[in-house]
């Protein structure tokens, strides 16, 4: 699986982004997807989870009731609406899979496949 991240830039605070995350190969609907961030200085951090089948979406505690994850299988995509937005959240996001679907992790190192990365920036 390749993947690749868009949507980031620049917003302001209570501002909002739409990321997208386009994958290939024809077994895309079997992987739990996530999205992390990594901010300057720090280390990479989870964001959200989605299984294969959109059931179960898991979200960080600063990010819940403002982040939504979502997927289109058909489409090969996966989403993270992001609403007032803050200057923390500020940092490169990451889109990832996950072949074991049996399970819905929160550990970078448990993802195999990850996209290139989108700048976020929030300003205050």
């Known amino acids: 699986v390749q993947l690749q991240a868009s949507g980031g830039g620049l917003a302001q605070a209570g501002g909002s982004l739409r990321l997208s995350c386009a994958a290939s190969g024809r077994t895309f609907s079997t992987y739990n997807m996530g999205w992390f961030r990594q901010a300057p200085g720090k280390e990479r951090e989870f964001v959200a989870a989605i299984t294969y089948g959109s059931a179960t979406p898991t979200y960080t505690d600063s990010v819940k009731g403002r982040f939504t994850i979502s997927r289109d299988n058909a489409r090969n995509m996966v989403y993270l609406q992001m609403n007032s937005l803050k200057p923390e959240d500020t940092a490169v996001y990451y889109c990832?899979?996950?072949?074991?679907?049996?399970?819905?992790?929160?550990?970078?190192?448990?993802?195999?496949?990850w996209g290139q990365g989108t700048l976020v920036t929030v300003s205050s």
């Open positions: 990832a899979a996950d072949s074991r679907a049996y399970r819905i992790t929160t550990l970078a190192h448990a993802y195999d496949y």
